[in-house]
């Protein structure tokens, strides 16, 4: 039996075995998740994100403890692009264990962050689409830090949380400006402190500033056509970012958070997008794979010795790397 | 007279349009920048970056003061990629513009972070190209925040300058970790501020962490050969990053800055790696080009039909995005 037959056929072994296979990118990898292909599209991909501090490694095991008690099956999907030389997966599989240990239900895969940035999400859509395959409902991806990494990540989810707490400082604020564009729901983990107030205030005042639409459109009472900007987002237009208050110590606003989650997904399959977001995400993968097929190919019938000599007349300022592409391309003689 | 001439001739407002036209990436941008190519290549470009509250922006101006009263010429590309939706470049041109107005020995240009973040490596590459050919000896490259638009914008910089503060919080360390593996030298400004020891003696642990082969160099007195790991970066092999405090308020600090930034330049041309990052840039630009230039053609042959086709199967899970890709490219029938 093939690695893919036995994932499907909950194989924990082989699904552990082919997601290795699958992060390292290998053309068993590769084949295994074509196989499973048509078997995915069935999961609720949740993104969270958010810095290091604010308590995030804790609610994800929480929202994890949530849905199995609803009975769903979950995966987790850690990653840590912070720290590409020390291997990352700081706050690996042995803590969480502890509560989700022995539970056949929950699988957790810690990935370091290593190599490029698209090669991260990549490698992180292929491990979903085998949890997917594999019949886990929730699938839980977890980011740290606040950056580009993030924003590419959580175009795999439908549903993304970004994670904050009081008092981490007002200066932090800015760099988190770009990562509350894609908040779905924003969490204020770590609401038993001191500042909870104005972190929530300020949080307000980005959101409106980010999501304008929704504001005009409740205060004005104006048909939604009528307010929408020359380039609204699809999501900002109908979907306005919820803000909720945990305690994932212990649990507080857990359920009230689940709710959310949930309705969310509810709201995505009725507004028609979750299909748009699906497709986008499948373009964007099908635009990659071109991508590095049309270069693999054009690398591969490229005498060795004709690149070196195209490499030397850039280097020595002779010819721009743009008109090089050009003469190359057209088979014009260099 | 062309614009690309204008440049070259030294004028300031053919500058200030053709950057305008480089950074939208219009046609006339990329003639200019192959008419400018033969010109570049003789800067020093330098990267600053830091998060939000470390006095980046007041060290980037006194660093470019200190270069002026060196007789040369400096340029400042400042980017703000933190916030795309407010459009960025918070700390812009005027407030610069006190200390370094009506010097037409400087240049400064605030690039808002809009749409992709290979696209932003893209455009302030060819920002820097324009200013390179029209005569400017120093190129500041300043980015805010920490993540991998840092990385990648760092790979431009002949030399990468890291700015750290006192008080800034363990917990931002975390995220910086990846930031430090980029820097030539280490700047710990704010020195002024209590913290400033335990500040320095956390980034030289994990300087020691990031670049074991000069620590065991110097411990054992092994020869280089005999120490590098498998895979070393070659910048780390020979240039340990050093570790400097200033207070760009005042200028403290600041001769021994310039002083370590002239070093760091003379070791790269001497150890040849200038030459080195020089070839790895412009390899990697014209990759770039190569892979913009393929995938455009390949989507201007396919019919819109038989596009629309392909994704229909990839939407409905009949075929995988790869397994498209590869009957697309083989002629197969689909």
Redesign the interface.
């Known amino acids: 039996m093939s690695l893919a037959d036995s994932v499907l056929n909950g194989d924990r072994l082989a699904l552990a075995r082919l997601l290795t296979r699958v992060e390292n990118d290998t053309i068993e990898g ?1 084949e295994a ?2 196989v499973l ?5 069935k999961a609720h991909l949740i993104g969270v994100t958010g ?3 604010t308590g995030k490694s804790t609610l994800v095991n929480q929202i994890a403890l949530s849905f199995r008690k609803l009975g769903q099956r979950v995966a987790i999907v850690a990653i840590d ?6 291997g990352g997966a700081v706050l690996g599989d042995r803590v969480r264990m502890r509560d989700l240990a022995g539970d056949t239900g929950v699988f957790i895969r810690s990935m370091a962050s290593r190599g490029s ?1 698209g090669g991260l999400a990549q490698a992180t859509a292929g491990l979903v689409q085998v949890f997917d395959s594999a019949g886990f409902e929730i699938i839980l991806i977890e980011t ?6 993030e924003v590419d990540i959580a175009r795999l989810a439908h549903t993304t949380l970004v994670v904050e707490a009081p008092g ?2 007002d ?2 604020q ?2 988190k ?2 990562i509350l ?1 894609i908040a779905d729901i924003l969490v204020i983990n770590k609401a038993d402190r001191p500042g909870v107030e104005s972190t929530e205030r300020a949080l307000k005042n980005m959101l409106e ?2 999501h304008p639409v929704p504001k005009i459109f409740q205060h004005h009472g104006q048909t939604l056509t009528e307010t929408l900007p020359d380039n609204p987002s699809p999501n900002a237009s109908l979907w306005f970012p919820l803000i909720q208050r945990t305690v994932a110590t212990d649990g507080a606003g857990l359920p009230q958070l689940i709710e959310s989650i949930q309705r969310h997904a509810a709201h995505l399959r009725q507004s028609g997008e979750w299909l748009t977001r ?2 986008a995400r ?2 964007a ?3 990659l ?3 590095q ?3 693999a ?2 690398r591969a019938g490229l005498p060795e010795a004709k690149l070196a000599q ?2 030397e007349s ?2 020595n ?10 003469v ?2 057209n088979g014009g003689v260099s």
Not at 37 to 41: D, N, V
Not at 317 to 326: F, G, L, N
């Open positions: 590769r998740l074509d292909f048509p078997h995915t599209g810095a290091p501090g692009p912070s720290s590409p030389f020390t940035l740290v830090g606040a950056g580009q990494s981490l400082g200066e932090i800015a760099i400006a770009g564009e500033m980010a699906e497709r499948l373009e993968e099908f635009d794979f071109i991508q097929e049309l270069v190919r054009f195209i490499m850039i280097q300022r002779k010819i721009s790397p743009r008109e090089a592409v050009s190359l391309l």
